[in-house]
C-alpha cells in the first residue's frame, strides 16, 4: 500500500534537509553575528519535521526534532551562540533524523536516546540552573474529559509565552473537515504555521468512544496552537465552529509550576526586546518581533516563503504525470520515425499524416510539461493572513483578509515571483488604504475594513486583484507630490487624466504617505513592484475611487516560458508581439488616416472612439530604413527620402495638402511641416493598441502576420542592454523573431513616463527638460561658415541647382512653384562669406511679413536638437542673431527677420504701437477708470536666452517697452513692481520654477494683473493645450519665433482693451 | 436483510461484511459485535472483502470495536481493505491505530 500522506511528508522533510548541512555551517560560521534568516530557517525545518512526525505517530522522530528545535531556539534567541561543538551536536541530530525519515518502518520506537541526551545537556549548559529543570518538564493539558491528556514540553510554554502567544486546541474532524474538503493534514499544518506554530497533535481516537455507546461519526483530530490571535480571529482564518477551539494557555495568566518567566536568563533575552518595545505597541506582538525587533515586521512565515523560495530548486511532480510524459515522448519517437519515412519515400499524404501526429502530440507533451510547472497561486496567498494580522496590529486598525482562488495555478517561478510585488501591495493597502477605526466610523464605513485578493483565469491569463475598501489614492496629491519631487513639471501634470496620476504612484521616488512607516517602505516601493511584474511579462492596473477604495489588477501570462503572442513585420523583419499586451488591433484605411492619427504638442496620437492614444511608428523608433520595390529593376531598395509623406508623393505635403506648381527644375523637393506634424502615411495603416497597464500606445506596424505560442529564449548578453526587446523566439519557419518589451518600449518612445522603470524616470526628467533645448535647421554658408536656423521658421527646403538662382536688378530670385521666389543670403547683411558659386545650393523657404522668401545656403543641411548655450553678443549683427556651438562647431544663429528687413526694408512692418489711454480698473472698484497715455509695455516671460533675446527685439521695434523675466516667478515679481505700466504679458510655456501656465493663473486671481491680456509663445500648440491654457485664462497662443503673428496677435489683444 | 455475517471460532470472532459499511448497517453490527464480545471473546477480524464502501460511521465503527477489544485486552484487526479504503485509512492514521491489512490482488472498491 502506497500511504502518500507519509510519503508527502517524507519528501518535504528530505527537502527540508537538503540544505541544513550547508546553512548550518554557515551559522557556526557567522559566529554570534548570526544570521537570523538562516536559523529561523533550520528552525522551521525542525519544526516542520516535528509537526509532521507526531501526527505519524513517528515517536522518536518527533523527540529529537524536538530536542533539536529547543537548541535552534537558543540559537535564534542568542541565549548561545553557534560554535562547532553546538554545529557537530546539531548536525548529527539532523543526521539521524534523516536517516529515520528513510526508514519509516522502525522509526516510531527507534532508539534516540543518545543524541537527545546531548541536546539536553547543551541546552542545560546554557541554562541558568532554574530554567534547566523546564527543558525536561511537560504540561498536561486535557482538552476534554474524554480525551486522552497532552504533554506540552515547559519549553515550548515559555517560549510561547514570551512571543505573548495563545495556546488553542483546534479539533477538526478528519473525515468531514480534512478528508471531504480535499485537504490533507499536511498542508493545514502548513497554514497553521504561516499564523503560528503548531506545538503537537494528535487523533483522538479515544473519543470515539466504545461500542457500548453511541457512536461518534467524528474522528476527531486535536492540534495545539500556538498564536497571538484571537479566538474569533482563528475560527475566521480556519472556518472551525466555536465549539472546535479550546484556549488552553494564555501568556497573561500566571505562570506555570516550575516556569521561570522573566529573570534569571530570560532578562537576555527579553532585555532588547523591552527596550524596543514601544509603549504605544499592541499589548500582544508576534514572535518574531520579540526576537528581531529591528526587522520584526516581517512575519516569519513570509522570511520562510522567501527563504524556502530561494533555494527550492527541485519540484516534485506526480508520477502519473511523470508517465505521461514518458508516454508522450514515445509518441513523439513514432511521429519522428513516420517523418522520416514520408520525407524518405517524398510521400505527401504520408507527409501530412506524419505532421499532424507531431503536432498534436507536441502540444499534448507542451500541456503536460506546463503542468509540472503549475504552482497554486494560494502558496503565496497563504503567507498574507499573517501579514495583514500582523501589520494591522500594529497599526491599530481591524481588517478583514478574504482570500479568493487560491487554487488558481501558475507557473512556479511566476509564484515566486510575484511574492513579494504582492506581499508590498497588501501591505500597503493595509498601511495607506484602510483607514483606523474611528475615521472609518466617522465616514459612515464599517469599522472593520477590507482587504480582497483573488486569483481568476481571464482569457487565458491569470489575473489577481488586491482590492480595499479604505480612503481611495488623491490623483490630486499624488500628481503634487510628483511636481513637489521635480518627478513632473506641473505643465505635464496639468494635462494628466484623474486615471494617469493615479498611476503616477509607480513612478520611482514617489512616496506620498505623511509619515514614513517600516510597513510599506519608504517610498520606493510602488515602482519596484511593477518593475517586478513587467519582468513577468505582466501588467498592473490600478483603479482607485477617494474614499471608497482602490484596486490592483495583475494580469500574468500562465507561464514565462511559452507565450501567445502576435507576430508583425516592420519591412522585413519579424517581431513578437505579446498577446498579453494587446488592447485592440486597428486597420485604417487611407483615406481615414488624416481623420484617425492628429499631432498634438509635436507628437502623432490616435483618436480611437473617445480616447486619444500616443501613436509610435515602429519603424521610425527602432531605426529600421524604409525600402521600397523599384518597378523599373523590381528591387528592394532603401527610400531615402526622409519623411514618410515624401515617400507618397514629391507634390503633397507633409498635411497631406497638394502644394501648387511644380519644384524647380533640376531640384528634388523636401516638403517641410508647418504646423509640426511629424508625418503622415500613403496607405492603409496597421496599428496595434498596446497596452502596459498604466501606459496605452498604439504602434504603427509594417503588416499583422499569425498569432504564435512561442518559446522564449533569452537575448545574448550583447543585447541585454536593449530594453524594448524581452528575448527572442524561432518561429514555425525557422526565422527568428524579437519579442517587443512593451514597457521599454514606451520608454524608448518617451511615453513611459509612469513605468516603474529608472530608465523611466530619467526619460520623463529629460522630457520635462525639452523646452530647454532648440531644434535648428543647420545649413553652410561657406564651407567654413556653419549657420543655422530655428526649424520651426522653415517651411520646406529646396534643394536647387546653381543655374536655377536669377540675379536681376541686384535681386535674387528663382521660379518656384509658378511664381519668383526671392532669395537672401547671410551676406547681404552679414559680416560673413558668400556662398560659393560651386555649391552644392539648398534654399530654406520661410515667410516674413506674409511673403514667401528664400534663405541661400550650401549643402550639406541637418537638424539638431540639443541644449545650447547662446551668446548674443559676439557675432551679433544684422542678420545674425548671435551664435552657439553645436558639435564644437561655432555656429551662427540666423535671424531671418533681421536679414530680411535689411535685404527688403520695404517689406518693413510699420509700428502698430502708439502711445495711446490705458484703461486700468479703478481702485477699489471693478470699474475701469483710464490713465494718462504712455508707451505701451509689455512684459516678456522666456527661459531661453536666445528666444528671449530675439522676441524682446522684435517687441522693441515694434515700439513696445518691454521688461523680460528669465523665468516665471522672476517675471511675476518685475510684474509686480512696475504693475501700474505693465499692458499686456508674452510669456512661454514651458519654464522652470514657474511654468506660463502657472505664471498666468497667478495674474488671473491677483486683483492687480487679473485684467492683463496674456499670450502665450510655445512650440506645443496642440487643441489640448491651447485649451488648457485658455481655460486658466490665455488669451492668445502663437508659436515662438513667427514675430509677424506675434506683433499682429499682440496688437489685436492690445486693441481689445483690458478683460 | 444483513449486510454482514459473524463467525466464531473458538475465541475469535470473524465478521465478513458482505456489501458496504454504512448507515444502518453499522447501527446493526455495533450491537452484533456487542454481544458477541460481551461472552468471551479475545480478538475480531473484520473482513472488507465483500465491501466497496465504507462511511464515516463504518470508520468509527472500526475504532470503537478497536477501543472496546483494548479495553479487554483483545485484538481487533481489519483484513481485505481495497486499495481506496487503504489510501483512506492511512490519511486517517487508523493504520497506526488498528491493524489493517490490504486486500490480495488489488481489487479497488
Known amino acids: 500500500m502506497a500511504d502518500d500522506l507519509l510519503m508527502e511528508f517524507i519528501n518535504e522533510s528530505l527537502e527540508h534537509l537538503a540544505d541544513i548541512e550547508t546553512d548550518l555551517l554557515a551559522v557556526e560560521e557567522a559566529g554570534a553575528n548570526v544570521d537570523m534568516e538562516l536559523v529561523n530557517k533550520v528552525f522551521r525545518a525542525a519544526h516542520s519535521i516535528k509537526g509532521g512526525s507526531s501526527f505519524f505517530a513517528l515517536n522518536s522522530v518527533k523527540e529529537l526534532a524536538h530536542k533539536t528545535e529547543t537548541v535552534l531556539d537558543m540559537l535564534r534567541t542568542k541565549v548561545m551562540a553557534p560554535d562547532p561543538e553546538i554545529t557537530n551536536v546539531l548536525l548529527a541530530a539532523f543526521d539521524r533524523l534523516r536517516e529515520l525519515l528513510l526508514h519509516t518502518d522502525t522509526a516510531g520506537n527507534a532508539d534516540v536516546s543518545d543524541l537527545v541526551v546531548g541536546l539536553v545537556k547543551l541546552a542545560e549548559s546554557y541554562s541558568s540552573p532554574l530554567n534547566r529543570n523546564a527543558i525536561n518538564t511537560t504540561v498536561t493539558f486535557n482538552a476534554e474529559a474524554k480525551s486522552t491528556p497532552v504533554d506540552i514540553p515547559l519549553v515550548d510554554l515559555q517560549r510561547v509565552r514570551r512571543a505573548r502567544q495563545y495556546v488553542y486546541v483546534v479539533k477538526l474532524d478528519l473525515v468531514h473537515d480534512v478528508e471531504r474538503t480535499g485537504k490533507t493534514v499536511l498542508e493545514i499544518f502548513k497554514d497553521m504555521d504561516a499564523t503560528g506554530e503548531v506545538l503537537d497533535c494528535r487523533i483522538d481516537f479515544d473519543a470515539i468512544g466504545t461500542l457500548d455507546g453511541e457512536l461518534s461519526k467524528k474522528l476527531p483530530l486535536q492540534l495545539y496552537f500556538a498564536t497571538v490571535m484571537d479566538p474569533m480571529v482563528v475560527n475566521g482564518l480556519f472556518d472551525i465552529a466555536d465549539e472546535g477551539l479550546v484556549k488552553i494557555f494564555d501568556p497573561r495568566d500566571p505562570p506555570l509550576p516550575g516556569e521561570i518567566v522573566a529573570p534569571t536568563e530570560e532578562v537576555a533575552i527579553t532585555e532588547p526586546i523591552i527596550q524596543q518595545t514601544k509603549a504605544t505597541e499592541p499589548e500582544i506582538a508576534s514572535e518574531n518581533e520579540v526576537n528581531m525587533p529591528v526587522e520584526a515586521m516581517e512575519p516569519a512565515a513570509v522570511k520562510e516563503t522567501r527563504s524556502k523560495a530561494m533555494i527550492d530548486e527541485t519540484i516534485r511532480v506526480n508520477v502519473n504525470l511523470l508517465e505521461l510524459l514518458m508516454n508522450l515522448a514515445g509518441e513523439l519517437v513514432l511521429g519522428r520515425n513516420q517523418l522520416r519515412t514520408a520525407v524518405g519515400t517524398q510521400d505527401q499524404q504520408a507527409l501530412v499524416i506524419a505532421d499532424q501526429r507531431v503536432s498534436q502530440v507536441t502540444s499534448e507533451l507542451q500541456n503536460a510539461i506546463m503542468q509540472t510547472r503549475l504552482q497554486p497561486v494560494g502558496n503565496v496567498f497563504s503567507k498574507f493572513p499573517r501579514v495583514v494580522r500582523d501589520t494591522s496590529i500594529q497599526l491599530g486598525k481591524e481588517i478583514e483578509l478574504e482570500i479568493i482562488g487560491k487554487e488558481v495555478a501558475l507557473d512556479r517561478s511566476m509564484i515566486e515571483g510575484l511574492s513579494d510585488p504582492l506581499t508590498h501591495m497588501v501591505r500597503n493597502s493595509v498601511d495607506h488604504g484602510i483607514e483606523t477605526p474611528d475615521i472609518r466610523a466617522k465616514s459612515g464605513k464599517p469599522r472593520v475594513g477590507n482587504v480582497r485578493i483573488e486569483a481568476m483565469h481571464e482569457a487565458g491569463q491569470v489575473v489577481i486583484e488586491i482590492g480595499d475598501d479604505g480612503k481611495g489614492i488623491d490623483p490630486k496629491v499624488i500628481a503634487d507630490s510628483a511636481v513637489r519631487k521635480g518627478l513632473l513639471s506641473a505643465d505635464k501634470v496639468a494635462g494628466m487624466s484623474d486615471a494617469d496620476k493615479v498611476a503616477l504612484i509607480f513612478l520611482p521616488g514617489l512616496s506620498t504617505a505623511e509619515k514614513l512607516t517600516d510597513i510599506s517602505g519608504r517610498g520606493v516601493g510602488m515602482d519596484v513592484v511593477k518593475t517586478n511584474i513587467d519582468r513577468l511579462g505582466g501588467t498592473v492596473e490600478i483603479s482607485s475611487k477617494v474614499g471608497e477604495g482602490t484596486l490592483f489588477r495583475i494580469k500574468l501570462p500562465l507561464t514565462l516560458a511559452i507565450i501567445p503572442s502576435l507576430i508583425v513585420s516592420v519591412e522585413d523583419e519579424l517581431f513578437a508581439l505579446p498577446q498579453i499586451n494587446i488592447v485592440e488591433l486597428l486597420r485604417i484605411p487611407a483615406e481615414e488616416v488624416k481623420r484617425r492619427i492628429e499631432v498634438v504638442g509635436g507628437a502623432e496620437v490616435l483618436l480611437l472612439r473617445d480616447r486619444i492614444i500616443p501613436l509610435v511608428r515602429f519603424g521610425e523608433l527602432l531605426g529600421i530604413a524604409p525600402t521600397y520595390i523599384d518597378p523599373k529593376t523590381g528591387k528592394r531598395e532603401i527610400d531615402r527620402r526622409l519623411l514618410s509623406a515624401d515617400r507618397r508623393s514629391p507634390k503633397q505635403t507633409i498635411d497631406g495638402q497638394v502644394e501648387g506648381g511644380e519644384p524647380p527644375a533640376g531640384a528634388k523637393s523636401w516638403t517641410r511641416k508647418t504646423d509640426g506634424r511629424r508625418g503622415n502615411v500613403s496607405s492603409m495603416l496597421d496599428i496595434a493598441v498596446l497596452t502596459t497597464g498604466t501606459q496605452e500606445m498604439a504602434v504603427v506596424v509594417g503588416r499583422f502576420h499569425d498569432t504564435e505560442e512561442i518559446v522564449v529564449k533569452p537575448l545574448g548578453v550583447h543585447l541585454k542592454a536593449l530594453h524594448e526587446y524581452a528575448g527572442a523566439t524561432i518561429l514555425g519557419n525557422g526565422t527568428v523573431a524579437l519579442i517587443v518589451d512593451v514597457g521599454g518600449l514606451a520608454a524608448k518612445a518617451d511615453l513611459a513616463s509612469v513605468s516603474g522603470s529608472a530608465r523611466a524616470k530619467a526619460r520623463a526628467a529629460s522630457a520635462d527638460l525639452v523646452d530647454t533645448s532648440h531644434t535648428m535647421l543647420l545649413f553652410h554658408n561657406t564651407p567654413d561658415e556653419i549657420c543655422a536656423v530655428p526649424l520651426d521658421v522653415v517651411r520646406r527646403i529646396e534643394h536647387i541647382a546653381p543655374e536655377a538662382v536669377e540675379t536681376k536688378g541686384g535681386k535674387r530670385t528663382m521660379k518656384y512653384r509658378g511664381a519668383s521666389l526671392p532669395l537672401v543670403t547671410l551676406s547681404d547683411a552679414a559680416n560673413v562669406g558668400t556662398v560659393p558659386s560651386d555649391a552644392e545650393l539648398a534654399v530654406i523657404v520661410t515667410s516674413v511679413a506674409d511673403r514667401e522668401i528664400g534663405l541661400l545656403g550650401a549643402m550639406p543641411v541637418d537638424v539638431v536638437t540639443s541644449e545650447m548655450n547662446i551668446d548674443t553678443e559676439t557675432h551679433r549683427q544684422p542678420g545674425i542673431a548671435g551664435s552657439t556651438l553645436i558639435r564644437d562647431n561655432t555656429t551662427l544663429l540666423v535671424d531671418l527677420f533681421d536679414l530680411v528687413d535689411s535685404v527688403y526694408p520695404e517689406w518693413r512692418r510699420p509700428k502698430t504701437v502708439r502711445p495711446q489711454t490705458i484703461v486700468l480698473p479703478g481702485e477699489g472698484s471693478n470699474e475701469p477708470q483710464s490713465v494718462a497715455a504712455s508707451q505701451p509695455t509689455v512684459l516678456l516671460a522666456e527661459d531661453s536666452d536666445f528666444f528671449r533675446s530675439q522676441i524682446k527685439r522684435y517687441l522693441e521695434e515694434d515700439g513696445w517697452k518691454v521688461y523680460a523675466g528669465v523665468d516665471g516667478e522672476d517675471a511675476w515679481e518685475i510684474l509686480l513692481e512696475h504693475v501700474g505700466e505693465v499692458n499686456a504679458v508674452v510669456t512661454d510655456i514651458e519654464m522652470p520654477r514657474l511654468d506660463g501656465l502657472g505664471l498666468s493663473a497667478r495674474i488671473r486671481k491677483d486683483e492687480r494683473t487679473k485684467h492683463l491680456r496674456i499670450l502665450a509663445l510655445t512650440s506645443l500648440a496642440g487643441e489640448e493645450d491651447i485649451k488648457r491654457g485658455k481655460d486658466i485664462g490665455i488669451d492668445d497662443y502663437q508659436v515662438k519665433l513667427d514675430r509677424d503673428r506675434l506683433l499682429d496677435g499682440l496688437h489685436k489683444l492690445a486693441s481689445a482693451g483690458v478683460r | ?109
Open chain 2, 1 to 109: 436483510m444483513p449486510e454482514f455475517s459473524i463467525s466464531r471460532e473458538g475465541a475469535c470472532v470473524k465478521v465478513l461484511i458482505d456489501r458496504n459499511l454504512l448507515g444502518k448497517s453499522v447501527y446493526d453490527l455495533q450491537k452484533a459485535l456487542l454481544a458477541e464480545i460481551g461472552t468471551g471473546t479475545d480478538s475480531v477480524v473484520m473482513d472488507l472483502f465483500g465491501a466497496d464502501v465504507v462511511d464515516s460511521s463504518g470508520i468509527a465503527l472500526m475504532i470503537a470495536a478497536s477501543n472496546s477489544m483494548r479495553k479487554v485486552n483483545g485484538k481487533f484487526s481489519v483484513v481485505n481493505a481495497s486499495d481506496t479504503m487503504m489510501s483512506i485509512f492511512a490519511s486517517m492514521r487508523l493504520t497506526d491505530r488498528i491493524d489493517i491489512s490490504e486486500r490480495s490482488g488489488g481489487t479497488n472498491g
